[in-house]
T-cell receptor, first 119, second 108 residues
Framework: QIHLVQSRLELKKPGASVTVSCKAS????????LNWVRQAPGQGLEWMGW????????KYAQKFQDRVTMTTDTSTTTAYMELRSLTSDDAAIYYC??????????????WGQGTLVAV | EIVLTQSPGTLSLSPGERAILSCRAS???????FAWYQQTPGQAPRLLIH???TRATGIPARFSGSGSGTEFTLTISRLEPEDFVVYYC?????????FGQGTKLDIK
């Protein structure tokens, strides 16, 4: 059974950085890309970026290009998303989400439970 | 950036009725790279439809997707009480991958 387990809550001050973790299990970690999607309170879904655990290749939304870094650790099957220079606009639930297919990049098929980042 | 516009923003229907949700893209999206998601309050989104028309594993047959190019539709044939939540369309044909703003299904 696929599991994506995220830290539940991160409380940060404006200007600080946050690193959200996503521990994956139940599937071949290296074979599926991981997306990061956020959702501000009462708002819709916003795609932030994608990473291939196989080779570390990333795709970032232009909006976050300068202050986001996505990485993976294949030894622990964990993905990380670091967001820097936080403002109140970054307060949101941050989801990691595994690609549905190895052949379709950026289509989340299974989602973690989300990490609430409060700024 | 491909903008996805969902309509209506809110749809008020009764259980047992049919719901038709629309998603219009600002430029052509290939079917393979189009999906629909369902989100219940307090939960993560769930994949309903991928490839524009293929139901994901475990999704009831009352959900169907159709359309191509710039016009896509999610149809729920007979609404169940648990279907009155929020639905999002998404494209992953071109970065940044984008979501529609969502359609909320309300009980009439």
């Amino acid at each position: 059974q696929i599991h994506l387990v995220q830290s539940r809550l991160e409380l940060k001050k404006p200007g600080a950085s946050v690193t959200v973790s996503c521990k994956a299990s139940g599937y071949s970690f290296q074979n599926f890309g991981l997306n990061w999607v956020r959702q501000a309170p009462g708002q819709g879904l916003e795609w932030m970026g994608w990473i291939s655990p196989d080779n570390g290749h990333t795709k970032y939304a232009q909006k976050f290009q300068d202050r986001v870094t996505m990485t993976t650790d294949t030894s622990t099957t964990t993905a990380y998303m670091e967001l820097r220079s936080l403002t109140s606009d970054d307060a949101a639930i941050y989801y990691c989400a595994k690609d549905f297919s190895q052949y379709v990049v950026g289509l989340p098929g299974y989602w973690g439970q989300g990490t609430l980042v409060a700024v | 950036e491909i903008v996805l516009t969902q309509s209506p923003g809110t749809l008020s229907l009764s259980p047992g009725e049919r719901a038709i949700l629309s998603c219009r893209a600002s430029q052509t999206v290939r079917d393979t790279f189009f999906a629909w998601y369902q989100q219940t309050p307090g939960q993560a989104p769930r994949l309903l439809i991928h490839g524009a028309s293929t139901r994901a594993t475990g999704i009831p047959a009352r959900f169907s997707g159709s359309g191509s190019g710039t016009e896509f539709t999610l149809t729920i044939s007979r609404l169940e009480p648990e279907d009155f939540v929020v639905y999002y369309c998404q494209q992953c044909d071109e970065t940044p991958y984008t979501f529609g703003q969502g359609t909320k299904l309300d009980i009439k």
